[in-house]
């Protein structure tokens, strides 16, 4: 994720790195000489420090985000954190009333929003081109965790927190169809499975969807509780329903996050391993998809695109508009915020909190407005 932010970063054209930290000199020293950074370091204070620094992104594991961001807070740096935002909806609070109390920028990087396809679907929504909402179903499918001999850092509650795969797609999920439909989710039912009871864990460090040519010689056998599969029923609103899956254990599914939406009017529905195309359909017409050409998306959709039609955005462009809104209000805070905060955040750690609770009871819980 380091890598991915400092890519996009430098993409805007108005913001230079200038410092990395990581867990070990020799990491950010690695880093650095590979990214072309000048300063490299093991000691976020001394990057804290620095009063010609404006802001951090913050890349690190889940248990990291909540103790340095209120550190950064406190020297007065503004802060784009990964997500979840936290280990708890409490540290999420108080990372968000520092953030205000000090005037600060604050982003979740909830960057999954800002492929232009979903844009349009949020502004036809607007519109009311949908008709009332009615349903909401989905998935955030992965296999990069199908064997007992794939690890990573996520797996453990120690790093990453209570929950895994809900925690870390399953928040993007329920973020986005928020987002996109405009309605709260005001209650919910989840039943979460660990799929690998035990995981053989590499005797040496391997990045996120790596560690595949490994040999049983390299592995200690490691008890897992943290989920590799998890579902969730939804009420959004008064009288929409809905479901959800995310899974780390589905074959072939690289990064299938999709979304299907269905009103009184029409229904539609984006998967994000075809970026590109927004599918609509029709009860008694045929059926249309849209490919995203900004100059055929309504203006507030096109604003997250900067290419031409048939010329593809993805991933890395999601991060590049997110940042540049970011960035932009740093800059000038007449700028909107059009970007998901804190409280996005906040919100986000306090339906997580739901989704464990309703799994250990086995039953419904309410969430209070967000």
């Given at each position: ?188 039912c989840a039943d979460l499975s660990i799929i690998h009871k ?137 700028q909107p915020v059009e970007y998901p905060t804190f409280a ?27």
């Open positions: 994720m380091g890598r991915t932010h400092v890519e996009a970063i430098r993409r805007l054209g108005s913001v230079d790195v200038v410092a990395v930290v990581a867990a070990t000199e020799e990491e950010a020293q690695g880093f650095a000489s590979k990214a072309g950074i000048d300063f490299a370091t093991a000691d976020v204070d001394a990057v804290l420090a620095n009063k010609e620094i404006d802001g951090v992104h913050i890349c690190t594991p889940n248990n990291t985000h909540a103790p340095i961001s209120l550190k950064a807070l406190e020297a007065g740096k503004h802060v784009l954190c990964e997500k979840p935002l936290s280990l708890s909806a409490a540290e999420a609070a108080t990372m968000l009333d520092l953030a205000e109390k000090k005037g600060l920028c604050h982003a979740t990087n909830h960057n999954l929003r800002y492929y232009p396809a979903v844009q349009q679907l949020r502004r036809m929504i607007e519109a009311g081109e949908l008709g009332e909402i009615l349903v909401v179903q989905g998935t955030y499918s992965q296999d990069w965790l199908l064997y007992d001999t794939d690890f990573n850092w996520r797996i453990l509650r120690s790093a990453n927190g209570p929950l895994r795969v809900v925690g870390d797609i399953g928040s993007h999920w329920m973020d986005m169809i928020q987002h996109v439909t405009g309605l709260p989710i005001t209650s919910l035990v995981r053989k864990q590499p005797k040496v460090a391997i990045q996120t969807f790596a560690g595949k040519t490994l040999k049983p010689e390299d592995y200690t056998e490691v008890p897992i509780d943290t989920e590799d599969f998890g579902m969730v029923l939804l009420h959004m609103g008064d009288r929409c329903r809905g479901a959800y899956t995310v899974s780390q254990v589905s074959a072939g599914c690289k990064n299938r996050f999709e979304i299907a939406v269905f009103g009184t009017k029409c229904g539609a529905s984006w998967n994000q391993e075809r970026p590109d195309e927004l599918w609509i359909g029709h009860r008694n017409e045929p059926n249309r998809l849209i490919l995203k050409d900004p100059s055929l998306l309504y203006p507030a959709a096109a604003s997250y695109a900067d290419f031409p039609g048939g010329h593809s955005e993805g991933y890395d462009d999601t991060h590049k508009m997110l940042f540049r809104r970011f960035w932009a209000r740093v800059a000038d805070r007449n996005d955040g906040l919100r986000g750690m306090r339906l997580l909190e739901k989704v464990i609770e309703s799994n250990a009871k086995r039953g419904w819980v309410d969430c209070a407005p967000q």
